[in-house]
């Protein structure tokens, strides 16, 4: 499966900005879809996923109840509607999928990544 992340940029603390991620693929109906970000000299780290379906998505403790993951499978797309935004969410985002329907925080578990997308919140 191939990912393509789109709409990062800068915005002010409490600010709103929606990434896309652009999903192809002849099974991408089977995969786990998350995002990933991850802040100079740190680690990636998990920020939220879902399946394909929808119906299951899961959150970080330090984005639930700002962050709203949502798919349109006509489209082909995932995103990350993200709120509220401060300092510390400043980071690169990644879009990425393994095979399977279990959510997976390491990032080791997912084979397929997307470029990446700057996010910047300024205080």
């Known amino acids: 499966v191939q990912l393509q992340a789109s709409g990062g940029g800068l915005v002010q603390a409490g600010g709103s900005l929606r990434l896309s991620c652009a999903a192809s693929g002849r099974t991408i109906g089977s995969y786990f879809l998350a995002w990933f970000r991850q802040a100079p000299g740190k680690d990636r780290e998990f920020v939220s996923g879902?399946?394909?379906?929808?119906?299951?998505?899961f959150y970080a403790r330090s984005v639930k109840g700002r962050f709203t993951i949502s798919i349109d499978t006509n489209a082909n797309t995932v995103y990350l509607q993200m709120g509220s935004l401060k300092p510390e969410d400043t980071a690169r985002y990644y879009c990425?999928?393994?095979?399977?329907?279990?959510?997976?925080?390491?990032?080791?578990?997912?084979?397929?990544w997307g470029q990446g997308t700057q996010v910047t919140v300024s205080s």
């Open positions: 990425a999928a393994r095979e399977g329907l279990a959510n997976a925080t390491d990032a080791t578990r997912y084979p397929n």
């Open positions: 879902m399946t394909w379906s929808g119906r299951n998505t």
